[in-house]
């Protein structure tokens, strides 16, 4: 059973930088594609950035483009969000996901989220 955990969120000032981790304590972290999601307050849960299937390949939410990276480290069952240049508007619940398949934008088809890590950016 996928159990994940994310840590590393915390307040900065904006044009910083912080690195997110969600660590899988089921260590099944290989069987499937993981990613990302943000949810700010009134609003819904939102795409940041995914590992295809293969872990081959990633994508981003046009709004992290170029200032955030994720990546994984399998030896340690682990996958990061490195969130560089940070904006007020990036403040918000991060969550990892795990998904066996379906859409990597969509919320629906992730069936593992962690319990998520607040990142706040001031101005």
């Known amino acids: 059973q996928v159990q994940l955990r994310e840590s590393g969120g915390g307040l900065v000032q904006a044009g910083g930088s912080l690195r997110l981790s969600c660590a899988d304590s089921?260590?099944?972290?290989?069987?499937?594609?993981m990613g990302w999601f943000r949810q700010a307050p009134g609003k819904e849960r939102e795409f940041v950035a995914a590992f295809s299937w293969t872990g081959s390949r990633t994508d981003y939410a046009d709004s992290v483009k170029g200032r955030f990276t994720i990546s994984r480290d399998n030896a340690k069952n682990t996958v990061y969000l490195q969130m560089n240049s940070l904006k007020p508007e990036d403040t918000a619940v991060y969550y990892c996901a795990a998904r066996s398949g379906g859409s990597w934008y969509e919320r629906g088809s992730y069936d593992y989220w962690g319990q998520g890590t607040q990142v706040t950016v001031s101005s």
């Open positions: 089921g260590r099944t972290f290989s069987s499937y594609a």
